[in-house]
């Protein structure tokens, strides 16, 4: 089977904006005012599930061309980008895959990225997702390489329906030891993402926010998104958060809560009784394109400015071929000032055409989620 290839902007292509300098540091906003606040960095694209929302097995399958590893970027140039990205405003980085602990010496990447700082002296908000599958053996390490949070995804409690949901026969209970092995060792506040599919997993949302109401864990359930185009996505298997919500308030009430910062996608929502809160993430039918704040780097080295993306601009290509960090740093600068994606809300648009849908776009396993 061939990769298919997503078309990657020309670096030199970016808008000189009528020959505006940029600096090479400073905080830089898009054509919409949006700051750039959060990096996403996909550190491979290798999983060992096979998720049906995200990499199913029919697309996914022994035969599928991974990248190799030369192609992959190195810790030291994710570091030296890290710094740019930093140096124009990120205050966090969140490390995504794949699985991102499957990487070789992923500790050595983190205790990097979490010597670095914010221009005015604070410390860098060091995340990662994961599916859980090795957290157990490896939360004390990433606690002390650095790491500050852990977000995991877990789809059911029930085994049979999890397993199904993973195809790779792996045990709820598992990922449940590494969720208590990473609060162990004060990887929290801790988040558990649950990707809700009407009709194959939504029966689960009361069960799982019983299992972990009063535990600590901040559970998020997010609406099965049109990311890429090898999940089969159906709106029709759409659960619109609101539901969620309302199945939860029926057996817990819940109370609203402000979000922490304005660029937060979850809606949150507090147990009346101060059992913990859950939130929502409701990117098909609530869009939060208006306060995005993210940028999102591939496996090798590609720049992404929407999870619905269909190109990238090729950041490595510079770093292997002898820019200097002003040249990167000026780079990265023209390209956020010319970002207009607003995918999520052009989707849900009265006006939106067709061809906003039916686009290509990036999948989720190669950009992170």
Known sequence: MSRRIIPVADISAAPDFAGVPIEPRGIVTDTFARPMRDLRVSITDRCNFRCIYCMPRAVFDKDYPFLPHDALLTFEEIERLARTFVAHGVEKIRLTGGEPLLRKNIEWLIERLARLSTPDGRPLDVTLTTNGSLLARKARA???AGLTRVTVSLDALDDALFKRMNDADFAAASVLEGIAAAQAVGLEPLKVNMVVKRGTNDGEIVPMARHFKGSGVVLRFIE??????????NMAEVLPSADVVARIAEVFPLVPLERHTPAE???RWAYADGGGEIGVISSVTRAFCGTCTRARLSTEGKLYLCLFASAGHDLRALLRNGAS???IATAIARIWQGREDRYSLLRG????????????RVEMSYIGG
């Not at 099965?224 to 996505?233: A, E, F, L």
């Not at 648009?349 to 290509?360: E, I, K, L, N, Y």
């Open 265 to 267: 996608t979850a809606q």
């Open 142 to 144: 990433l606690k002390d």
């Open 349 to 360: 648009s009265q006006t939106a055409s067709a061809s906003v849908a039916a686009a290509p």
């Open 224 to 233: 099965y998104m049109d990311v890429g185009t090898s999940n089969g996505w």
């Open 325 to 327: 960090d002003a040249d």
